[in-house]
């Protein structure tokens, strides 16, 4: 896809910034083996809730049961000028991907704000900003430090303060199924794979998912 290769260039800036920070190959290994694990043994979402662009609150966990699709989920902030937007683009053309596809009742995008500034509103202009379909692509923040961190932790994400009321952080596409496990991670310039798992895993017979407590 052409798309993909017109925004690498953009993104690798911003994911070479965190490349200091880790052990160079020796933390990238880590973490190859960390998504292997993961697509060899998916992991559940600790319990969290999540603020979405409405203004309702509730737990993520039922959030996917509801909707029932699989999810390709990124991170970012509201007020990221640099690779979220990036990433926020590459979201953008994986919308425009899943209806051309007609693969809008399978498959949903949901980026999720680790930013405990982010509210409703924040996150209603956002998804406006970057021409989100609500009923494909979701904008949802944490609403709770401990539990923000868990998630953070599990989906391999580091978060690093910077001037100005910034972050630096990595970036990848999870994918996560309605009952709310993490089965697979890839890299932002695999979103055509990730967009083709994700169809494999949305047509593969899934057991029935109990609503369960919320």
């Known amino acids: 896809m052409r798309w993909v290769f017109a925004l690498v260039l953009s993104l690798v800036a911003g994911v070479g910034a ?7 190959f020796t933390a990238l290994t880590a973490e190859t083996a960390r998504r292997q694990a993961i697509a060899a043994r998916p992991q ?13 609150v509730l737990p993520l966990q039922q959030d996917l049961r509801r909707d029932g699709r699989v999810a390709i989920v990124n991170f970012f902030y509201t007020r990221c ?3 979220c937007l990036a990433q926020g683009s590459l979201t953008e053309q994986l919308q425009q991907a899943i209806r051309a596809e007609g693969l809008q009742d399978k498959i949903r995008l949901i980026s999720l704000s680790f930013d405990a500034r982010d509210r409703a509103d924040d996150l209603a202009r956002y998804g406006a900003r970057m021409g989100a379909d609500p009923g494909i692509w979701q904008f949802l923040t944490l609403t709770e430090a401990d ?6 932790d599990q989906f391999g994400l580091v978060v ?12 990848a ?5 309605p009952d ?18 994700a169809q494999a895993l949305a047509d593969s017979p ?4 109990s609503e369960g407590p919320s």
Request: charged share 20%; aromatic share 4%.
């Open 173 to 177: 596409l999870h994918l996560v199924t």
């Open 18 to 24: 965190l490349y200091g920070l880790t052990s160079g």
């Open 81 to 83: 000028n640099a690779l």
């Open 160 to 171: 690093v303060p910077a001037p100005l009321g910034e972050f630096e952080h990595n970036a």
């Open 44 to 56: 559940v979402l600790p319990p969290v809730r999540v603020l979405d662009a409405a203004g309702g």
């Open 147 to 152: 539990s923000r961190q868990a998630l953070l």
């Open 180 to 197: 709310g496990r993490l089965v697979r991670i890839f890299d932002l310039d695999e979103p055509g794979l990730a967009l083709k798992t």
């Open 206 to 209: 899934r057991p029935a998912v």
